[in-house]
Nanobody, 120 residues
Framework: VQLQASGGGLVQAGGSLKLSCAAS????????MGWFRRAPGKERELVAA????????FKADSVKGRFTISRDNAQNMVYLQMTSLKPEDTAVYYC??????????????WGQGTLVTVSS
């Protein structure tokens, strides 16, 4: 599967952005999906993930109540709706995929990343 993320940009603190990830290839519904981010000087972290049917969702503590992950298997899309953005959310965001029903484990397929910058 090939992934292409989009939707990043510059936003003021408190604002919102919606990231999109388009997947190409077959059997998208057999992949669990995740959104990762890498902030300057920090390690990459898993922000949110969703199982292949969407029945299970993970969100990092730092984004709970602010970010929502969703997917549309008919359109081969996964989304990350981000609200109440903070300067510490500034990072390059990547969508990633792994085969299987669980979002836990190693992700084998990565998109190119989209930059989110939150100004204070």
């Amino acid at each position: 599967v090939q992934l292409q993320a989009s939707g990043g940009g510059l936003v003021q603190a408190g604002g919102s952005l919606k990231l999109s990830c388009a997947a190409s290839g077959r059997a998208f519904s057999r992949y669990s999906m995740g959104w990762f981010r890498r902030a300057p000087g920090k390690e990459r972290e898993l922000v949110a993930a969703i199982s292949w049917i969407g029945g299970s969702v993970f969100k990092a503590d730092s984004v709970k109540g602010r970010f929502t992950i969703s997917r549309d298997n008919a359109q081969n899309m996964v989304y990350l709706q981000m609200t109440s953005l903070k300067p510490e959310d500034t990072a390059v965001y990547y969508c990633a995929a792994r085969q299987g029903s669980s979002y836990k484990g190693r992700y084998n397929y990565w998109g190119q990343g989209t930059l989110v910058t939150v100004s204070s």
